[in-house]
């Protein structure tokens, strides 16, 4: 169901052959108001922007299906993410010793 539930896949192409390197997802929540948001990069297309290219294209998704936030999960020993989306304005709520919540008010 696309009106709620939205994946975006980043590929590369080398040799003739494609991967997919990137992944960013996006589950608007019944209320209409809220979307569950989450990304996956491979590591070796970590750190050199795809994450933020997938975190800005599905703020902008769930901004243009008017939601007034997104959040996710985050594991606590993922220092990349946890500085990306703080660099994207996003709070974290810590919830155990290993898992956070991130929000991001629209």
């Known amino acids: ?3 709620r539930e939205i994946a975006i896949i ?7 052959g494609r991967r997919n390197v990137g992944e960013g997802r ?4 019944p209320n209409g108001e809220t979307g569950e948001f989450a990304i996956v990069v491979a590591e070796d297309f970590q750190g050199v922007g795809l994450g933020l290219k997938l975190c800005d294209t599905l703020i902008g ?11 996710g999960s985050v594991s606590n020993s993922n220092k990349k993410i946890i500085g990306l989306v703080k660099r994207l304005g996003f709070t974290i709520e810590r ?3 290993e898992e956070s919540k991130t929000t ?3």
């Open 104 to 106: 991001l008010k629209l």
């Open 61 to 71: 998704i769930a901004t243009e299906k008017g939601l007034r936030h997104v959040y």
């Open 26 to 29: 996006i589950i608007i929540q």
């Open 10 to 16: 980043a590929e590369y192409t080398s040799n003739g």
């Open 95 to 97: 919830l155990s010793p």
């Open 1 to 3: 169901d696309y009106e």
